[in-house]
């Protein structure tokens, strides 16, 4: 992986988790505007949408849909289970109890012009979606009560680590597991830390999926195309 792609992808990563990054469109008509805005990256995507599959039954929940800068939607996430909150710090509520299973879906690019036409983008891959998740497993578990004078230097840190085990996806770092995508066995690659799990592989929908979580075994999860995106609302 490239340095450009890295810098495209941490700057998705650190916009606002559930607020879109494109324009709003005229789309899901019936729905409140509100809604319309959350979802609207979601149904211009030209690619599939994954998330657990139907053995989950717990709450469902968008996250963002990030498109590149000429309005092309590259990836995004689907949330099951509880959502993640930073809100640890003020309500008193124990580090860590939340859980829930965050999929990843990119959409499998080839190496292309920029939109401004002065580079290259770097062709998605499986790594991609091992650094996704890793940030954004990291996006929502890091150590609440650290002093934030230590955290920005904590988050560097172990941003720099994801991204270096992204890159190395078939390394040590990394072990094998076998789940349903869309009911047929995949391989992915998985690694576990004291944050959380996180996994990277590829569907058959020409995309790739990353899924982090915590609280919520992996070993039990299985994969699948989401129908009908408005039931995450």
């Known amino acids: 992986m490239e340095t450009t792609s890295r810098t495209g992808v941490q700057e998705a990563v650190a916009s606002t988790p559930g607020t879109s990054a494109l324009p709003s469109a005229s789309v899901a008509h019936g729905m409140p505007a509100e809604a319309r805005r959350k979802i609207d990256g979601y149904l211009m995507a030209a690619f599939p949408w994954y998330g657990l599959d139907e053995a989950f039954t717990g709450p469902r929940w968008l996250m ?3 498109a590149s800068v000429d309005g092309t939607v590259e990836h995004g996430s689907t949330g099951h289970g509880d ?6 710090e003020t309500d008193g509520e124990v580090p860590g ?3 829930f299973a965050v999929v990843v879906t990119v959409a499998s ?12 983008l770097e062709a998605t891959s499986v790594s991609s979606a091992a650094w996704l998740a890793g ?3 990291l ?8 002093e934030h004078a230590l955290r920005q ?3 560097d840190q172990q941003t720099a680590i994801a991204w270096e085990l992204a890159d190395e996806v078939g390394g040590e770092g990394w072990s094998q597991l076998s789940l349903p995508v869309d009911g047929v066995p995949a391989d992915f690659h998985y690694r576990e830390s004291e944050y959380g799990w996180v996994l990277a592989g590829s569907a058959s929908e020409g995309v790739h999926l990353g899924a982090y979580g915590r609280g919520m075994s992996a070993y039990g999860l299985g994969f699948s195309v ?6 995450y609302e």
């Open 109 to 120: 690019r080839p190496l292309r012009r920029s939109a401004d036409g002065t580079g290259t």
């Open 83 to 88: 959502e993640p909150s930073r809100r640890v």
């Open 135 to 137: 940030s954004g497993l």
């Open 139 to 146: 996006s929502c578990t890091w150590p609440s009560r650290m």
């Open 153 to 155: 230097e904590w988050l």
């Open 226 to 231: 989401v129908k009908d995106i408005a039931a």
């Open 97 to 99: 109890k939340r859980r």
């Open 64 to 66: 963002q849909a990030v």
